[in-house]
């Protein structure tokens, strides 16, 4: 899809299609420097009652000729008192939808009418693009006949927002939504397409361009790391494990970085404790955690962010082969813990503590992990909201205010010492599995931070439920695939780290 800036005009010639943005009203429908054709033609409609401009709602009016555009497409705000940028980033979802819909190919956007309500009008504009490409995002990589989608659209000025601004905040939402679509492609991609290998290279291939640093370390590097968890869940495969890391420096070598830790497991068999058939196949998206961390380094370093970044993504396979780590077993961790492996199938903690060992050794100003981590959070939390633990208040706080401002949800989940006493091993240090059957998200983030180093702000983020299949709470989300959670809201932190 490609865009265009311009200031809108009333002589355009009668092609495309003219979307306003209108809220209810009781003497007229309030689309603000509109045409006059446009307005008698949607308060026709408000009038007869066929269109009530409620959040999302929308009409087409095929042919109609005003405007100087041949179609029009007009979508409801809702309650203007109620308008947020999310409402907003919801309508742009709606109108690709809907021009998708009627097969439109070419749109102009009336900016004046979707912004009287956003203040600042730059950010409800941002909010809008990237709904609008969000809702654009289609894994069809491996159909034989591809969809047929909106070719371009143009951003219509008018008063609320000059062509210079627009193009600024354009460009920042075309990276922060592709960097998102990224994110949901890696998800998307099936476990054989998709390996520790293959998730390393297109790591490193989307970096290509920017001022980030790839590496990946092989099993031999991995083993010379002692990293016993990584390499413990891998043992069970055929395909090696990877450790990728991606450095961004964009401040001066003497601030700390912020870290960001990834769950990369590829996909999940479960192990010796094997999952059942039913939806197994859903497991490649096991490494959203650290899809969501690619992503967001992506954008990052597009963005130019005045901060250092450091990401780590543990990754690996988690299979039932000849050598497969067995119920019992005890693993070493990077940094000399020992853990009892009481289920093969609590194995995102086993290559996260490594990861968070690793990172500590950098001694950043706070890190933060991501992983679909645990069923008990799809429980607490359903799929709207990301379950946050952390040992920091500010940097709990700053990965709230960074969802707030991205959109997404995140809800602080308490983290108490009767979580740590519920980790305890009996024949090792830990063991990777709760003595009870209660709070196992609470207990796996109790598990994690034995592995954060001391004085170090920590964060960890459970998508197991926000990970994939959330179209049913956005409709900028695919309805069954992966969602790209979190990377906006990382975005967001670096952004005021």
Not at 381 to 406: C, F, M, P, Q, W
């Amino acid at each position: 899809m490609k865009f265009q800036v311009k200031k809108l005009s009333s002589d355009a010639e009668e092609t495309g299609t003219l979307v306003v943005f209108t809220t209810p009203s009781k003497k007229s429908v309030s689309v603000d420097g509109a045409d006059q054709e446009i307005l008698l033609t949607v308060e026709e409609a408000f009038t007869n009652k066929v269109f009530e401009a409620q959040p999302k709602e929308s009409l087409f009016f095929r042919n109609s000729y005003v405007g100087g555009f041949k179609h029009l497409l007009a979508i409801g705000l809702g309650d203007t008192k109620k308008i947020s940028n999310e409402n907003l980033r919801e309508a742009g979802a709606v109108t690709y939808q809907q021009l998708k819909a009627q097969k439109a190919l070419t749109a102009t956007v009336h900016l004046d009418s979707l912004l009287k309500q956003s203040k600042p009008a730059t950010d409800g504009l941002q909010a809008f693009v990237e709904g609008l490409l969000l809702a654009a995002y289609d894994f069809d990589h491996f159909k034989s006949k591809k969809t047929t989608s909106l070719d371009s659209v143009t951003l219509g000025c008018g008063k609320l927002v000059t062509t210079a601004k627009a193009k600024s905040v354009l460009e920042v939402a075309e990276i922060l939504a592709e960097a998102t679509n990224l994110t949901r492609i890696l998800g998307d991609s099936p476990g054989n397409k998709m390996t520790p290998t293959l998730l390393a290279k297109a790591a490193a291939d989307a970096a290509k361009g920017t001022k980030l640093k790839v590496t990946a370390l092989t099993k031999a590097q991995i083993e010379k790391e002692k990293m016993g968890g990584l390499l413990g869940v891998a043992q069970g495969s055929s395909e090696d494990p990877r450790f990728i890391i991606m450095e961004y420096k964009g401040a001066a070598a003497s601030k700390k970085p912020l870290c960001l830790v990834g769950k990369g497991l590829t996909f999940d068999s479960g192990g010796i404790d094997l999952k059942p058939p039913a939806n197994m196949h859903e497991m490649k998206y096991d490494m959203q955690g650290g899809a969501a961390v690619i992503g967001a380094m992506i954008a990052i370093a597009k963005l130019k962010l005045k901060v250092n970044v450091v990401a780590y993504v543990p990754s690996s396979e988690n299979m039932s082969g000849a050598s497969a780590m067995k119920p019992g077993d005890v693993l070493t961790a990077r940094n000399g813990k020992t853990i009892e492996v009481l289920n093969t199938d609590a194995e995102g903690r086993l290559i996260l503590m490594d990861a968070l060992s690793y990172a500590s050794d950098r001694k950043p100003g706070a890190i933060i992990d991501l992983a679909t981590l645990t069923g008990a959070m799809v429980v607490a939390l359903g799929n709207s909201h990301t379950g946050i633990y952390g040992n920091d208040d500010k940097l709990i706080n700053k990965v709230k205010e960074g969802a707030d401002r991205s959109g997404e949800k995140v809800w602080h989940m308490p983290l108490i010492s009767d979580h740590h006493d519920d980790m305890k091993g009996t024949h090792a240090d830990l063991s990777n599995l709760s003595s009870t059957r209660y709070a196992g998200s609470a207990t796996a983030a109790a598990f994690l931070s034995n592995f954060v180093g001391e004085g170090i702000p920590w964060v960890h983020c459970d998508i197991a439920g926000t990970g994939w299949n959330t179209g049913n709470r956005q409709n900028y989300s695919p309805a069954k695939g992966a969602s790209g959670v979190m990377v906006r809201t990382l975005v967001e932190v670096a952004r005021k780290f």
